[in-house]
């Protein structure tokens, strides 16, 4: 089974697709992030042992070292939650981000740079592609593709292949939410 489906596909493909197709770029891009970073820091606090204190300090807040959206990628890479195809992809995400976010000049997903970074996210692992196309031949919609990321540009445009881009990207992160299992270092002493 793909690292992009799931036995909820679908549903969780319409759920996400959903949250962003309505806002304008730069929003689409902050919501999809923020959803992601969410997302890596949920499968992290499930992960890693329970924090001392109520308050995890070292995942949440704006000063906690593992906080930002970066810091929980590499993390979670380095822990072996996600493969380096899943990092590289999240990564650039998060570049789009920061390119739409702190850069006025770039309010739109057809930037060059914003373009390129798509490319290299459906480069990154092919098969993407390949699952986008049977999501949306399963959703009824004639599709024609020749199986190259940049077609898939081409075809749909900047906007709309982030807003299929970004469901794949959480239906993966949700897998690995459904799979993870806490860290069991103590188990021996017991």
Do not use: W
């Not at 929003?27 to 308050?55: C, N, Q, W, Y």
């Not at 807040?61 to 072996?80: D, N, Q, T």
């Not at 898939?152 to 807003?163: I, K, S």
């Amino acid at each position: 089974m793909s690292e992009f489906s799931c036995p909820e596909a679908a549903t969780l493909f319409s759920d996400y697709y959903e949250l962003i197709s309505e806002e304008s770029d730069r929003g689409a891009v902050i919501v999809a992030a923020s959803i992601l970073d969410e997302k890596l820091g949920e499968i992290l606090k499930v992960f890693l042992l329970p924090p001392s204190t109520k308050k995890d300090d070292l995942l949440d807040g704006a000063y906690a070292p593992l906080g930002s959206f970066s810091a929980k990628i590499e993390l979670s890479f380095r822990l072996g939650i996600i493969r380096q195809p899943i990092r590289q992809q999240l990564m650039l995400f998060k570049s789009i981000r920061n390119d739409v976010a702190h850069r006025l000049s770039v309010a739109s997903l057809q930037d060059e740079k914003c373009r390129s970074r798509l490319a290299e996210i459906l480069k990154t692992t092919p098969d993407i592609t390949d699952s986008i196309i049977e999501t949306l031949a399963q959703a009824g919609l004639d599709v024609s593709h020749d199986g190259s990321g940049a077609n898939l540009l081409d075809t749909y445009g900047c906007r709309r292949t982030f807003d299929l881009l970004f469901p794949m990207v959480c239906m993966a992160i949700t897998r690995i939410a459904k799979t993870i299992e806490p860290i069991d270092c103590f188990a021996q002493e017991s």
